[in-house]
């Protein structure tokens, strides 16, 4: 992997937080930033990810119910109730 060199902007407090924690850690100042970038991007990408399946799920149980209420059985039975019932008399 080829690396690039890069010119940020931080503030000065930040930075000094930086430079305590890079030399309590034993580590460079450019490992810290790569390590946190690359967890902070999958950290981003797994909250999209789990607000999608959110939307998602949220927009089947829609779907099921409007199906539910469209569904008619005999005798106003569920079909949890029917299956229940075919079930026990077996």
């Known amino acids: 992997m080829k690396a690039k060199r890069i010119n940020i902007t931080i503030p000065e407090e930040n930075l000094r937080e930086i430079n305590e924690f890079c030399i ?3 580590i460079g ?6 390590e946190a970038a690359v967890k902070y991007i999958a950290n981003v990408k797994e909250q999209k990810e789990m607000e999608k399946r959110k939307q998602e799920i949220e927009s ?6 409007e199906l539910r209420k ?11 109730e ?3 019932e075919l079930r026990d008399s077996r």
Do not use: P
């Open 60 to 65: 089947a149980i829609k779907i099921m119910d």
């Open 70 to 80: 469209k569904v008619k059985f005999k005798n106003n039975k569920t079909a949890a």
């Open 29 to 34: 100042k450019s490992q810290l930033i790569r």
């Open 82 to 84: 029917m299956i229940r």
């Open 24 to 26: 309590e850690e034993g």
